[in-house]
T-cell receptor, first 113, second 110 residues
Framework: EAGVAQSPRYKIIEKRQSVAFWCNPISGHATLYWYQQILGQGPKLLIQFQNNGVVDDSQLPKDRFSAERLKGVDSTLKIQPAKLEDSAVYLC???????????FGSGTQLSVL | SQQGEEDPQALSIQEGENATMNCSYKTSINNLQWYRQNSGRGLVHLILIRSNEREKHSGRLRVTLDTSKKSSSLLITASRAADTASYFCATDSGTYKYIFGTGTRLKVLA
């Protein structure tokens, strides 16, 4: 079974630039999550999708972050414009609807200079 | 926001010893899970315990849950060098919204 795919693996940008991350969840997984993990901390939930609808985006800084999951499969997370404090690993996770176990991708490590 | 706080923040033990890490959380939960994260990689699910359970085993892992104290512990018995990783607890209050703790960095010395 293929796992959660994320790209790119690494990204380096300058502050005020834009960046986008892509996630392809495990086939059939209706629930998709984006987490931000700052070095030395635990993952922080940014947004949760159920199919193509947003379930929770209360922790998403909506002035600069946006996310979409148009067809209920792939998802993209965008930051525009990036700030230094956005340097982190962005993790995508998915799960079957109503299931409790999350499957994580390897993440995208973002460095904002 | 972090729901769980884990201690110790870092733990260093010899191979063959047992490792215990603790997680405390703030609000009522439906279940609590433990995940492992190897350096530079995503998280891997280890074990889940429901709010009506007190103890659960899986291989060398033993998890306990005390809902009255809002705390859980993860015990890894007979540690191996390959167990070196960060360990996180994650709680769900029934909405499948998983909130992770701050993590314990475990180092097992060969």
């Amino acid at each position: 079974e293929a796992g959660v795919a994320q790209s790119p693996r690494y990204k380096i940008i300058e502050k005020r630039q834009s960046v986008a991350f892509w996630c392809n969840p495990i086939s059939g997984h209706a629930t998709l999550y984006w987490y931000q993990q700052i070095l030395g901390q635990g993952p922080k939930l940014l947004i949760q999708f159920q199919n193509n609808g947003v379930v929770d985006d209360s922790q998403l800084p909506k002035d600069r972050f946006s996310a979409e999951r148009l067809k209920g499969v792939d998802s993209t997370l965008k930051i525009q414009p990036a700030k230094l404090e956005d340097s982190a690993v962005y993790l995508c996770a998915s799960s079957l609807q109503g299931a409790e176990k999350l499957f994580f991708g390897s993440g995208t490590q973002l460095s904002v200079l | 926001s972090q729901q769980g706080e884990e201690d110790p923040q870092a733990l260093s033990i010899q191979e063959g010893e047992n490792a215990t890490m603790n997680c405390s959380y703030k609000t009522s939960i439906n279940n609590l899970q433990w995940y492992r994260q190897n350096s530079g990689r995503g998280l891997v699910h280890l074990i889940l315990i429901r709010s009506n359970e007190r103890e659960k085993h899986s291989g060398r892992l033993r998890v306990t849950l005390d809902t009255s104290k809002k705390s859980s512990s993860l015990l890894i018995t007979a540690s191996r060098a390959a167990d070196t990783a960060s360990y996180f607890c994650a709680t769900d209050s029934g909405t499948y919204k998983y909130i992770f703790g701050t993590g314990t960095r475990l180092k097992v010395l060969a």
